[in-house]
């Protein structure tokens, strides 16, 4: 089985729950909890910022402008599942359109996320599912290969892997790996929480207590000038 040229059939998949555990939460609050560098590029950018994505990565790397592998990917995925289309980062095509994303949706996928260009951005703008990507172009792609499928791929800057479990809403994406997912998925919670409250006082006049300002200027040793 060369490499460039191979399709993995199976890989193991977190738990629902596992993955249901970041449903609602934003994803500024998730990466607030994993050092703020889980994000992929801000190149990567929602047809339909109003869809959050949600779901387990399923891994596809092509050659720049071709969707053989999208296709078999297509109907090997399984619902709950998201299309990561490795693409090299090249916009010179479209890898995607109205037609698969549909049946995407139609195979209860949880979403495609691409690290190139789509088209019939005006239909996937009003379709309920997440389709995320660097660009758009009428340009439509070649069916040649190579390719490989479910295998670790480099994304938008980001190594994602069969199986990550993948959040994402109008801010961009992240890539959580499953080990860390049920203590991750707490403590985003509580930041919630805690911003929930925050937003809340600066709406009532309770105000915003931050202490944290002044303390980390004394800190650096700032001098202040009347």
Same mark, same amino acid.
């Given at each position: 089985?060369?490499?460039?040229?191979?399709?993995?059939?199976?890989?193991?998949?977190?738990?629902?729950?596992?993955?249901?555990?970041?449903?609602?939460l934003?994803?500024?609050?998730?990466?607030d +909890?994993?050092?703020?560098?889980?994000?992929?590029?801000?190149?990567? +950018?929602?047809?339909?910022?109003?869809v959050?994505?949600?779901?387990?990565?399923?891994?596809?790397?092509?050659?720049?402008?071709?969707?053989?592998?999208?296709?078999?990917?297509?109907?090997? *995925?399984?619902?709950?599942?998201? &299309?990561?289309?490795?693409?090299?980062?090249?916009?010179?095509?479209?890898?995607?359109?109205?037609?698969?994303?549909?049946y995407?949706?139609?195979?209860?996928?949880? $979403?495609?996320?691409?690290?190139? +260009?789509?088209?019939?951005?005006?239909?996937?703008?009003?379709?309920?599912?997440?389709?995320?990507?660097?660009?758009?172009?009428?340009?439509?792609?070649?069916?040649? $290969?190579?390719?490989?499928?479910?295998?670790p791929?480099?994304?938008?800057?980001?190594?994602? +892997?069969?199986?990550?479990?993948?959040?994402?809403?109008?801010?961009?994406?992240?890539?959580?790996?499953?080990?860390?997912?049920?203590? &991750?998925?707490?403590?985003?919670?509580?930041?919630?929480?805690?911003? *929930?409250?925050? &937003?809340?006082?600066? &709406?009532?006049?309770?105000?915003?207590?931050?202490?944290?300002?002044?303390?980390?200027?004394?800190?650096?040793?700032?001098?202040?000038?009347?």
């Amino acid at each position: 089985m060369p490499t460039g040229c191979r399709i993995r059939r199976n890989f193991e998949r977190p738990k629902k729950e596992l993955v249901e555990a970041f449903r609602g939460l934003p994803v500024a609050n998730i990466d607030d +909890c994993m050092g703020r560098i889980a994000a992929v590029d801000a190149c990567i +950018c929602p047809l339909n910022p109003s869809v959050r994505l949600l779901g387990t990565a399923f891994t596809l790397r092509a050659p720049a402008g071709d969707n053989l592998m999208f296709h078999k990917a297509l109907d090997m *995925a399984q619902p709950g599942d998201v &299309l990561v289309l490795a693409n090299g980062g090249s916009m010179s095509r479209s890898l995607c359109g109205e037609i698969m994303s549909n049946y995407a949706k139609s195979r209860g996928l949880a $979403g495609i996320i691409i690290d190139g +260009c789509v088209r019939d951005s005006a239909a996937l703008a009003r379709l309920d599912f997440p389709v995320y990507a660097k660009g758009v172009t009428p340009n439509g792609p070649y069916k040649n $290969g190579p390719g490989e499928i479910n295998f670790p791929v480099s994304f938008a800057g980001q190594v994602i +892997c069969p199986g990550d479990i993948l959040a994402g809403d109008a801010d961009g994406i992240l890539v959580i790996k499953p080990e860390e997912a049920e203590e &991750l998925a707490a403590r985003a919670k509580e930041v919630h929480v805690k911003e *929930a409250g925050q &937003l809340d006082g600066i &709406l009532t006049g309770k105000g915003w207590s931050r202490p944290w300002v002044d303390e980390i200027l004394d800190e650096i040793g700032v001098g202040y000038i009347d």
